[in-house]
């Protein structure tokens, strides 16, 4: 069992580097324009791109490379090099499922490395919703957290990754159980995540009345696990066992809608964009729609792996920039200010949102703004 879990994920890894992974359906961020500012009265190095991440510590800029791997001997180095360039930069990264460890602890090691190359950095531990249908508990919980000394712990939800995987876990009941329980045991916050297919407003909704405050909405517009596992499977068998017949670029809520979702639903929780976050404007999009931080995957283990380590750096260091001079272009001085920046939303983002029953206009005038409020309140 442990040892398909860790053949499995450098399988995923490799595919993922190999392919085009990513939705046919965009993130809808296209359609927000932040107001330009043509008079910014600001100084662009006086802007702070600082945030609190979910459980207190403070990120240089609001962007964590999201889970990904370990598992394997051979992406360990992966964790490794991914958590050093995060603690450069002062932004969060985190491991991916720990489930291979949790079955087999001579894997413990590759994610460890992370915690290990950077003593500072901001590390999320990660585990998959199907385990815990299965049966994990507080106890697989705190030693995934321990594995890593993370500060807070990513449960990753992924029903439709499973139901088009050749073995996938398809059983999700009393999940929603388990997270609560775990979250209000736990001894660091827990953060839900989808993998790439969207939070939405009822699961935050839920999880948030039961105490969740910290959610990663993993939205359609970027990996996609549906078609990842198609493609693995059609590479397995020759075609696909479980053709997805659309499913791969079409099912989901995108990334834009899944922010407004869950800060609608969530009003002072820690909310991270992310799902197809691939620049800083994009990043200046997600928060300007709500989200405190962005996330962002497949582009920075593309860069290290294909480019090495200056690439990673490289990537981060331009993303960053552009959300800097967004920020000063919207005439903000502080990155969460763009929560309050007039901006325009229109296009098939306006019509779906409205579809949902959410009021647009009245969500950017009165609701960012509350949770703005709340937010410097403390
Ligand atoms: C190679 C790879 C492995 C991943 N493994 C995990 C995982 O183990 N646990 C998890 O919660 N998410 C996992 N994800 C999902 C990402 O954390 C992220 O939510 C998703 O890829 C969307 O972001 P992106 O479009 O920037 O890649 C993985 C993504 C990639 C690219």
Not at 185 to 212: D, M, Q
Request: charged share 25%; proline share 3%.
């Amino acid at each position: 069992m442990s040892s398909n879990t860790a053949s499995r994920k450098l399988e995923h890894v490799k595919l993922l580097l190999a392919n085009k992974v990513e939705s046919g359906e965009s993130t809808l961020l296209e359609h927000v324009r932040i107001a330009h500012n043509p008079l910014p009265e600001l100084d662009l190095e006086e802007v702070d791109l600082s945030v609190e991440f979910c459980g207190g510590k403070r990120l240089k800029a609001p962007l964590m490379i999201t889970g990904m791997t370990g598992g394997h001997k051979d992406v360990a180095w992966i964790n490794e090099k991914l958590a050093m360039i995060a603690e450069e930069f002062g932004i969060a990264m985190g491991v991916g499922s720990q489930r291979a460890a949790i079955e087999d602890e001579s894997l413990a090691e590759t994610f460890a490395v992370a915690r290990k190359s950077a003593s500072k950095a901001v590390i999320v531990a990660n585990i998959g919703a199907p385990q815990l249908a299965k049966g994990y508990g507080l106890r697989e919980a705190e030693r995934a957290v321990e594995m890593v000394e993370a500060d807070a712990l990513a449960i990753h939800l992924n029903p439709g990754q499973e139901a088009f995987q050749d073995e996938g876990d398809t059983d999700f009941r009393g999940v929603m159980k388990k997270i609560i329980e775990i979250s209000s045991k736990l001894s660091v916050p827990v953060i839900v995540k989808e993998v790439g297919t969207g939070l939405s407003r009822h699961a935050v909704a839920a999880l948030y009345n039961a105490g969740v405050m910290c959610f990663d909405v993993a939205g359609l517009g970027g990996t996609n696990w549906i078609k990842a596992e198609v493609l693995r499977s059609k590479a397995r068998h020759g075609e696909p066992l479980r053709p997805a017949g659309g499913l791969e670029d079409l099912w989901g809520n995108p990334t834009a809608v899944a922010i407004v979702e869950a800060r609608l639903a969530a009003p002072k929780a820690f909310v991270l964009g992310s799902g197809g976050i691939r620049n800083g404007l994009d990043a200046a999009r997600a928060i300007a729609l709500g989200a405190d931080a962005v996330g962002m995957a497949l582009p920075a283990l593309r860069a290290l792996v294909n480019g090495g380590e200056d690439a990673l750096r490289k990537l981060l260091r331009a993303v960053i920039y552009q959300l800097k001079v967004s920020t000063f272009l919207a005439g903000e001085k502080r990155v969460l200010g763009l929560w309050r920046a007039p901006i325009s939303v229109g296009g098939r983002l306006r019509e779906e949102l409205e579809e949902r029953g959410v009021e647009v206009d009245r969500y950017i005038r009165v609701h960012r703004l509350r949770s703005l409020m709340w937010r410097l309140r403390g």
